[in-house]
């Protein structure tokens, strides 16, 4: 799926971050969460080193796993996951109405690979904003492989305080990047302020569903496992995420958890019962082949120091996602269709 090799892999793993610094990074990072003693406050306060620290050390693993793009599809039986992971990015571009030559902005853009297949789909430009400069560099280089170069870019910047004028794009989209917001109303009223009015914004959320019980152990260690797995402050509701788009000026056109609709499970590639040569790298099977390696690839000083203890806690989200989706109490594919009124209530 990916063309990311073992090696890619391996010199990947801490981003940024010097190699020798990998082993004190997963430290600091695990410090954050939960499952290792961490506040919420504390996440949300240090949002953007915890979130950095978190994509450093894991894009290798995820361009290795997944391929270009970081995330999770409504799927069709008889599909692949690849062609489920366009389709899911095809559905948000038809969403939106994009036309040739309008200017839209990806939110939290991972390495690209939404910006580039939309972009392709509609004849669009792209900027992608996203605060990991390792993930930029890697978008670079495949926006130019692709040939995509001239109308798509990136910008280094926090989506929370965005570097653009006011009404400046004809659309914007997320792909399961807002979540990382220390604040949802914050994040969607940068994105409100950018937009054209009369213009559409959707997006795919990671989710609590109402089917999350707070009081139930169980589910808060899921919620705890897919936070320190995934780089996240706290996970919202549905409720919650509607509310601030109301709350930030947005009119909501419909929403829907796509995840309760999709006859294949989102989470089937993870789940330790399914066994698939076309994703292999996500499967359990694949997983543990690549923990035996990067353990190997570790002792070999091929990979920094730590790269196995990232593969453990991308484990534990594994495990926590899986657990997540059987019991419904979670979904990656909260969609929403917003648009920003023309003036006030018009
Ligand atoms: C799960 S990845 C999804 C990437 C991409 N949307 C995709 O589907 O391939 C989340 C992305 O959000 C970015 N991100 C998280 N917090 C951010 C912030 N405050 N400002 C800008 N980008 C952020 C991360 O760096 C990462 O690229």
Not at 106 to 119: F, K
Not at 155 to 182: G, L, S
Not at 242 to 251: D, H, S, T
């Given at each position: 799926m990916s063309k990311a090799g073992t090696l890619d892999l391996a010199s990947g793993v801490g981003g940024r971050i010097s190699k020798d610094d990998v082993l004190s990074a997963v430290d600091k990072y695990e410090k954050y969460h939960v499952c290792y003693g961490g506040e919420e406050e504390e996440r949300k306060a240090n949002y953007t080193d915890m979130v950095n620290k978190y994509y450093d050390l894991v894009t290798s693993f995820y361009e290795y796993g997944w391929g270009e793009s970081f995330h999770f599809a409504h799927r069709w039986s008889g599909e692949s996951l690849r062609e489920s992971i366009k389709r899911h990015e095809h559905f948000l571009a038809l969403q939106l109405g994009l036309k040739p030559g309008q200017k839209v902005?990806?939110?939290?853009?991972?390495?690209?690979?939404?910006?580039?297949?939309?972009?392709?789909?509609?004849?669009?430009?792209?900027?992608?904003?996203?605060?990991?400069?390792?993930?930029?560099?890697?978008?670079?280089?495949?926006?130019?492989?692709?040939?995509?170069?001239?109308?798509?870019?990136?910008?280094?910047?926090?989506?929370?305080?965005?570097?653009?004028?006011?009404?400046?794009?004809?659309?914007?989209?997320?792909?399961?990047?807002?979540?990382?917001?220390?604040?949802?109303?914050?994040?969607?009223?940068?994105?409100?302020?950018?937009?054209?009015?009369?213009?559409?914004?959707?997006?795919?959320?990671?989710?609590?569903?109402?089917?999350?019980?707070?009081?139930?152990?169980?589910?808060?260690?899921?919620?705890?496992?897919?936070?320190?797995?995934?780089?996240?402050?706290?996970?919202?509701?549905?409720?919650?995420?509607?509310?601030?788009?109301?709350?930030?000026?947005?009119?909501?056109?419909?929403?829907?958890d796509l995840a309760m609709g999709s006859p294949m499970p989102w989470y089937l590639p993870l789940d330790k019962s399914h066994f698939s040569l076309s994703s292999f790298r996500l499967t359990a099977v694949g997983r543990f082949f690549t923990k035996n390696l990067v353990r190997a690839l570790e002792k070999l000083s091929l990979a920094p120091k730590g790269s196995e203890r990232v593969q453990a806690f991308l484990e534990k989200a594994a495990e926590g996602l899986v657990a997540g989706g059987q019991k419904e109490i979670f979904t990656p594919m909260y969609f929403f269709l917003a648009r920003k009124p023309l003036q006030d209530g018009q």
């Open positions: 902005l990806d939110v939290g853009c991972g390495i690209g690979g939404p910006l580039r297949e939309i972009a392709r789909f509609s004849s669009t430009s792209v900027t992608g904003i996203n605060n990991n400069e390792y993930q930029i560099s890697r978008g670079k280089i495949l926006n130019r492989v692709a040939g995509v170069e001239q109308t798509c870019d990136f910008v280094k910047a926090d989506f929370m305080k965005m570097p653009f004028p006011e009404n400046n794009f004809d659309a914007v989209y997320a792909i399961e990047a807002t979540c990382h917001a220390p604040d949802a109303v914050g994040c969607y009223k940068e994105i409100y302020r950018v937009l054209k009015p009369g213009q559409h914004f959707a997006a795919y959320e990671w989710c609590m569903t109402d089917s999350f019980d707070p009081n139930s152990e169980e589910h808060q260690r899921i919620k705890a496992e897919i936070e320190l797995g995934d780089g996240l402050p706290d996970i919202r509701s549905t409720r919650q995420c509607l509310e601030a788009l109301k709350q930030a000026g947005f009119e909501v056109i419909w929403e829907k």
